[in-house]
């Protein structure tokens, strides 16, 4: 068996310089967003999203970007789940793109905070009826006794209307206002290239290179 210790990958495929890279922090991640689309990256929004308590105790999971702007990055979730909690406790979150096709991290860190219901509403009925019903039908992270439990609160919602089928209060959106942003490029023999983007009290954004 091969030693993990000894797992090792070179990256080579690109650099990025501080006279690469955007004013703004947005506009570098739509860069390198249109780059992973072309690159046809499987799940290419799928993304790390790291909470914590009041107490700080951490926990992180996938979660899939649904919308991007200047205001901030858009999830969806059941407010009631582990991270849901986690979020009203404590309104601060990271979120981690790895395109390891493109040899390309992005690390967000920011303030959180709901959406409006207007356009949680939007996103739940433009999904497919299954995932109407799934939203409905999971108490997402509580104990259950078996699978049968959740199969059953499905088959009961299948059998009305798809005009019954509402979304439920407590699902919808979050967004995560970034306060600082680092684009990290592979580079060779592990010298990596980071750039940083910390917004600052006045609004702008200060770029700064980070040692790998």
Known sequence: MQSIAHLRKDYSLKALTESDVKDHPLEQFDIWWSEAIQSQI??????????ATAEGVPSARIVLLKEYNDKGFVFFTNYESAKGHELAENPRASLLFF????????????????????????????????????????AQSSVIDNRE??????????TKSETEIKRPAHWGGYRVKPVIIEFWQGRPSRL?????????????????????
């Open 42 to 51: 499987e799940e290419v929004n799928a993304m790390t999203l790291a909470t």
């Open 149 to 158: 439990v959740l199969e059953q609160k499905v088959k009961t919602l299948e």
């Open 192 to 212: 990596h290239d980071r750039i940083q983007y910390s917004l600052e009290e006045n609004g702008k954004w200060k770029i700064e290179r980070l040692s790998p």
């Open 99 to 138: 395109w390891k096709e493109l040899e390309r991290q992005v690390r967000i860190t920011g303030l959180v905070e709901k959406i409006s219901a207007a356009e949680s509403d939007a996103y739940f009925y433009s999904r497919p009826l299954g995932s109407r019903i799934g939203a409905i039908a999971s």
